[in-house]
């Protein structure tokens, strides 16, 4: 069974730091991207980062760049978003998902969410001003 567990959501004050993690079962985690999406209430649902478990390739939306880094623990299957300097309009509910192969994580498919295969099931992140 395919599972995306994701975890480290939580409630802190803007120029805060939250680590998310992505645990992955069920499938070759090598062949696979992962990405992370956020969703903020009333708004679609946006690509964040993604990053190839094979060759560690990654991609960045322009909001994030600079301020988080998606890093992956191949022996662990699991990968990670390391969010800083947060600011309130990075509030959403914040999902793993995963698409093979693991060459998909571009900038191109990722603004295409729901060309991932697999998902997770959200965990909340709150940005207090």
């Known amino acids: 069974e395919v599972q995306l567990v994701e975890s480290g959501g939580g409630l802190v004050q803007a120029g805060g730091s939250l680590r998310l993690s992505c645990a992955a079962s069920?499938?070759?985690?090598?062949?696979?991207?992962i990405g992370w999406f956020r969703q903020a209430p009333g708004k679609e649902r946006e690509g964040v980062s993604c990053?190839?478990?094979?060759?560690?390739?990654?991609y960045y939306a322009d909001s994030v760049k600079g301020r988080f880094t998606i890093s992956s623990d191949n022996a662990k299957n699991t990968v990670y978003l390391q969010m800083n300097s947060l600011k309130p309009e990075d509030t959403a509910v914040y999902y793993c998902?995963?698409?093979?192969?693991?060459?998909?994580?571009?900038?191109?498919?990722?603004?295409?969410?729901?060309?991932?295969?697999?998902w997770g099931q959200g965990t909340q992140v709150t940005v207090s001003s």
């Open positions: 998902a995963a698409i093979k192969p693991h060459y998909y994580c571009s900038g191109y498919i990722t603004d295409r969410w729901y060309q991932y295969h697999y």
């Open positions: 069920g499938f070759t985690f090598g062949d696979y991207a």
């Open positions: 990053i190839s478990a094979s060759d560690g390739r990654t």
